[in-house]
């Protein structure tokens, strides 16, 4: 018996997988921010995450195969489906996120993105840190905003728990490890699977330019082009 | 005359037991209430400058709001409210610190009053200015003398 041949596939592409340990850079450390209180700190990392937030969202439209949120997001039937088979609807493995995966994934850019929202508006207590877009609510909802702020960590301490979970759950009950492939971008796989797209540098160029975009003109407190220096540099 | 004299009087005194027998926790969410007035107004006040188009007439109103409050912080703070009663935040180190506490609400009166005179002024660079200082006694005080949540 010789061992069937496999197959290698460059899976994620380097985008992908820049901006998935970017998160687990910038996660962790806007929490280490907030609890030591450098909420300027917190501010500017919170900027950084809206740019690469922003970029995956451009990119699940532009991006390569497997980036594509069209070519992994399903509907229950599917995932029904692959709960079933632990296959796609060919008969072959999944390459890329599976179709209850991708609920993950969705749930996890979802809500950082709102996480990245509402800070955008929050403020401490005497508004001596505040989102670059805070100035433009009233006291009132800044302080909901706020509150929401705190509860939105909680849920996606939550999903981490949850993706965490099914990497070990993948590793040990189904032989599957997850997290090379992140690392490295590619996976074998033990059936011929086809090689995914990957997508061209002007979709990347754009994808980059529309996140940058949006977090120049967030940072300026809603600019594209920065108003002159106010003479009244007012902050209580 | 008399008599409407002596029954505002009398109408004070109600109040002025009913204030005394307020339970701890209004006493707090009364505070609080006070104090989310005052952020309010000084908040309305700074979005106004942070626009890049301020607006004299709004900071102005916001301004007396502030002013309206400037001696009154004391008086909010009977013994018996302190972190522990409802929501309270305000830490035990007032009743024990209390020429602290005093200065730092003093500080504050002065500042408040600082401001409504340059915002009736209509010089929104000086209004700036004192606003700044103002939110420098805010946060002195809170520094020392609220729990952070």
């Known amino acids: 018996m010789t061992s069937p041949a496999k197959t290698i596939i460059r899976l994620w592409d380097l985008p992908v997988r820049l901006f998935h340990w970017g ?67 060919d008969g072959l493995p999944v390459v890329g996120h599976n179709p209850l995966g991708a609920l993950s994934v969705l749930g996890l850019i979802g809500l950082l993105a709102v996480q990245i929202g509402l800070g955008l508006f929050a403020s401490d207590t005497d508004a001596t840190a505040s989102g670059p877009l805070n100035y433009w609510i009233g006291s009132a909802l800044a302080d909901t905003l706020t509150e929401l702020h705190e509860v939105g960590f909680n849920l996606i301490l939550l999903l981490v728990a949850v993706h965490l979970g099914a990497i070990i759950y993948y590793a040990v009950a189904k032989k599957d490890r997850l997290v090379p492939a992140m690392v490295t971008g590619k996976k074998a796989y033990d059936a011929p699977v086809a090689q995914p797209k990957s997508a061209p540098l002007w979709r990347l160029a754009l994808a980059l330019a529309l996140a940058g975009a949006l977090t120049w003109w967030a940072a300026n407190g809603g600019h594209f082009v920065p108003p002159p220096p106010s003479p009244y540099d007012a902050s209580y | 005359m008399r008599k409407i004299s002596m029954m505002v009087g009398a109408l004070a005194l109600g109040i002025a037991v009913v204030a005394q027998a307020a339970a701890p926790t209004d006493t707090v969410e009364a505070r609080k209430k006070n104090f989310k007035d005052i952020a309010g107004a000084l908040k309305a006040t700074n979005n106004s400058f942070k626009s890049g188009t301020p607006d004299a007439a709004l900071i102005k109103a916001n301004a007396a709001i502030v002013a309206s409050y400037a001696d009154k912080i004391p008086s909010w703070f009977p013994a018996g409210t302190a972190v522990g009663v409802g929501k309270s935040e305000a830490k035990p180190v007032i009743w024990t610190d209390k020429a602290g506490f005093a200065k730092a609400a003093g500080d504050f009166s002065v500042a408040a009053k600082g401001f409504k005179a340059a915002a009736d002024s209509g010089d929104l660079a000086a209004t700036s200015a004192a606003l700044a200082k103002l939110g420098g006694t805010c946060k002195g005080c809170h520094d020392t003398f609220r729990q952070k949540d």
């Open chain 1, 23 to 89: 998160t687990v850079l910038l996660v962790p450390a806007m929490w280490a921010t907030y609890k030591a209180g450098k909420l300027d700190l917190h501010i500017k990392l919170g900027l950084a995450l809206l740019f690469i937030v922003a970029f995956r969202i451009a990119w699940g439209f532009l991006g390569s195969q497997t980036a594509r949120f069209a070519s992994f997001v399903k509907g229950p039937g599917a995932i029904a489906a692959y709960l079933r088979s632990g296959r796609g609807p």
